[in-house]
């Protein structure tokens, strides 16, 4: 019945399609940002014995879009004195590199929008490149405080990125892949939740679930925007929808990385149980299992200091992640390994 | 024009563009966010050569890794943008001389109709599902599995020739050692005293 649109389209259809899929992406994932900010206030609300927004809409749920509407209509103001040109490319760049990534993600075992072979490293790439966003934005603003915060978010974003990968490394032994549906795929068996990779890389998942913490700059390893020591870090200069792309591409990083650890270890679209379907719905339910985690960490952890934050990093995680991939390699090669033998 | 020349001349445009302002943009900084673009049109001029991992590395090693350590160090100079001019006419030479090598190497393969070089066998073409990554992962690790670890081990020497160059201890440093911080129970720092709650009034 819409077999006319592809013929009146002709040769633009595949580019036409491409679109329509980027915006079947794009848009629900910035509705669940905007919902994501309203579950955040909401949690940490009743964790605190408070009830969070109330007032826009039944029970607060306009309120994402009340705070929207509000920084939309800010004035943008460009401080004296700083380089106006990457000032506006910083946050740019940020929503950029965070939107980018979610190319590769699979949603579930035909719906990916781009089945490339490097996946992962895609998204490794991608994500590394959010780093330039946070640094140009405390280089141009002008401001002490701005630069401060930036140098502290980038230290911090390059130390958790090395523990991150190695992580990452390790599910790439056990599956042999570096594309993400087959990374998901070899999870798959005959003992639903037992046989993801979350279990026999158990070391590898915790370090994962603390460096995507630190990655993102979430508390408790929020030092780069601590409002009692620099006011708000790197973007304490940036004013409505200039800081309103921070703001998203931050939770849009959030959910980007629940999302890796939902596919990395906790088998995707798989569904715990042998017996029940698999579909897209055990991928977000994973995903907001993990970005409850998120919000639990930051109403329960007070920040950690900076020095703390490096020394985790550095001679503690990392060194975990070397030790636990040797031991992933010699464990593949004995009859004890049970998670399917990586081609 | 197909559409791939048409993505490679657009890319080719762009890395030359910004290789450009890297040695003619007055402020470092701009110059090292113009290497970063340039950086990442090679990567898709790569993409484009069927060298996907070679450009994903190059994305991930030069621009997630280097160029923000490099960025750094630029932003934290304080520079007279002034008085680094002051030098240019004097490296004129030298750099010609650089120049000059650099376009006859870019001469003997541009010109490749006249040395032959056209004579090598074309790369046959490679399947749908080829993987890039295995095949230089098989390599690597099997074929020029010495050379690789070779090259692994003098990376190391470096680093530690780097940190144990630039590594001094100040005698009168504080730090705090965390397993003994972990370490402290209750009894080392506290001490209850049993007291009674109020003194007798003296009645004085």
């Known amino acids: 019945m819409l077999q006319w649109i592809p013929q009146a389209l002709g040769p633009l259809w595949p ?21 994501l900010t309203l ?27 009340a705070d929207s509407l509000k920084l939309m209509f800010k004035e943008i103001i460009i401080p004296s004195g700083a380089d106006a040109v990457l000032f506006l490319l910083a946050p740019i760049i940020m929503i950029a590199s965070a939107m980018a990534a979610w190319a590769v993600i699979p949603f579930s075992a035909e719906m990916v929008l781009a089945d490339i072979n490097a996946g992962l490293l895609y998204i490794l790439a991608m994500t590394s490149m959010g780093v330039y966003g946070v640094i140009i934005a405390g280089w141009a603003s002008n401001s002490k405080y701005a630069f401060l915060g930036a140098l502290r978010s980038a230290a911090q974003i390059v130390a958790y990125e090395i523990a991150m990968g190695f992580a990452l490394v390790g599910v790439l032994m056990v599956s042999g892949s570096l594309n993400l549906s087959d990374i998901v795929r070899h999870q798959a068996g005959n003992f639903g939740a037992l046989g993801w990779n979350w279990i026999p890389l158990f070391p590898l998942f915790v370090v994962y679930i603390i460096s995507m913490v630190a990655e993102t700059n979430r508390a408790p390893f929020d030092v780069a925007e601590g409002e009692s020591e620099i006011v708000a870090g790197f973007h304490v200069e940036y004013s409505g929808m200039a800081f309103a792309l921070f703001f998203l591409a931050e939770y849009m990083n959030m959910i980007l990385v629940s999302t890796l650890c939902a596919l990395m270890f906790l ?53 975990v992640t070397l030790v636990w991939i040797v031991v992933i390699g010699l464990w593949m090669q004995t009859p004890f390994w049970l998670w399917g033998g990586a081609t | 024009m197909s559409f791939s020349s048409f993505v490679f001349y657009l890319f080719a445009l762009i890395l030359l563009g910004s290789a450009l302002r890297v040695i003619t943009a007055r402020n470092p900084v701009h110059c090292v966010l113009y290497l970063v673009l340039s950086f990442a049109s090679a990567a898709g001029l790569w993409v484009l050569l069927e060298a996907e991992f070679l450009a994903i590395a190059l994305v991930l090693v030069y621009v997630g890794a ?35 090598v650099m376009v006859v190497e870019m001469l003997v393969v541009l010109g490749g109709r006249y040395f032959g070089l056209l004579e090598m066998p074309q790369p046959e073409a490679v399947a749908a ?28 020497v470096a680093i530690i020739a780097a940190i144990a160059l630039t590594l001094r201890s100040r005698k009168d440093t504080r730090y705090q050692n965390p397993s003994q911080q972990v370490g402290v129970r209750k009894a080392d720092r506290v001490r209850v005293l049993n007291m009674p709650s109020e003194k007798q009034a003296n009645g004085s």
């Not at chain 1, 491409?18 to 919902?35: D, G, H, Q, S, T």
């Not at chain 1, 955040?40 to 964790?47: D, L, N, S």
């Not at chain 2, 599902?129 to 081990?153: I, K, M, Q």
């Open chain 1, 15 to 35: 580019a036409a399609l491409a679109l329509l899929k980027i915006i079947a992406i794009a848009l629900p994932l910035v509705v669940a940002v905007a919902y």
């Open chain 1, 39 to 65: 579950l955040e206030r909401k949690v940490i609300g009743y964790m605190q014995i408070r009830i969070g927004p109330n007032r826009v809409g039944p029970g607060g749920l306009l309120q994402p879009f």
């Open chain 1, 267 to 319: 088998g995707g679209w798989l569904s715990p149980l042998p017996f029940l379907p698999d579909g897209l719905v055990w991928l977000l339910a994973k995903v907001f299992l993990v970005l409850i985690l998120f919000l639990w960490f930051r109403a329960t952890f007070p920040r950690y200091r900076y020095d703390q934050i490096m020394r985790l990093g550095w001679k503690i995680l990392i060194p």
């Open chain 2, 66 to 100: 280097v160029m923000v350590l490099f960025l750094f160090v630029v932003m934290m100079l304080d520079i007279n943008i002034e008085r680094l001019r002051e030098g240019y006419w004097d490296y004129l030479v030298p750099a010609l001389a650089v120049a000059g």
């Open chain 2, 129 to 156: 599902g080829h993987s890039n990554t295995r095949d230089l992962g098989r390599v690597l690790y099997t074929f020029y599995a010495y050379p690789f670890e070779l090259a692994a081990v003098v990376l190391l």
